[in-house]
C-alpha cells in the first residue's frame, strides 16, 4: 500500500517561497512508469495542477505557475518537495501529493493534504 504524506509550514508570508515535502512510503518515486504530482485546491475553488516529477526525474509545470514552480526529489529519502516562490494570498490553498502513471491523473494515490495560508 503506497502512502503519501505532506509536510511543511502551514503559514507563509506573502512574497516569501514555500516550500512543501511528500514523504512517500510502501512504494520508490523511483520505480518505473510513476509521476508524482503536486495539486491544490484553493478555497471555494476547483483543483489545479501544479506540477509533477517522474520517476525519471524529469519535470513538468502547469504554464500558469511555471515561473514560480520547481519540483525536485531526495530519492534517498523517498521525498518529492514543492517549491513555489513570491507567494501572494491566492496561493492559499489545500496542498495535495498523488501518484500516476502521467503526470496528468488519474490518481491512484493521494496524500491528506495540508492547508497552506499566505498572510502577513
Known amino acids: 500500500q503506497v502512502q503519501l504524506q505532506e509536510s511543511g509550514p502551514g503559514l507563509v508570508k506573502p512574497s516569501q517561497t514555500l516550500s512543501l515535502t511528500c514523504t512517500v512510503s510502501?512504494?520508490?518515486?523511483?520505480?518505473?512508469?510513476?509521476?508524482w504530482s503536486w495539486i491544490r485546491q484553493p478555497p471555494g475553488k476547483g483543483m489545479e495542477w501544479m506540477g509533477v516529477?517522474?520517476?525519471?526525474?524529469?519535470?513538468y509545470y502547469s504554464p500558469s505557475l511555471k515561473s514560480r514552480t520547481s519540483i525536485s526529489r531526495d530519492t534517498s529519502k523517498n521525498q518529492f518537495t514543492l517549491q513555489l516562490s513570491s507567494v501572494t494570498p491566492e496561493d492559499t490553498a489545500m496542498y495535495y501529493c498523488?501518484?500516476?502513471?502521467?503526470?496528468?491523473?488519474?490518481?491512484?494515490?493521494w496524500g491528506q493534504g495540508t492547508q497552506v495560508t499566505v498572510s502577513s
Open positions: 516529477i517522474r520517476y525519471s526525474g524529469s519535470t
Open positions: 510502501g512504494g520508490s518515486i523511483t520505480t518505473s512508469n510513476y509521476a
Open positions: 498523488a501518484r500516476d502513471r502521467t503526470g496528468w491523473g488519474p490518481y491512484d494515490y
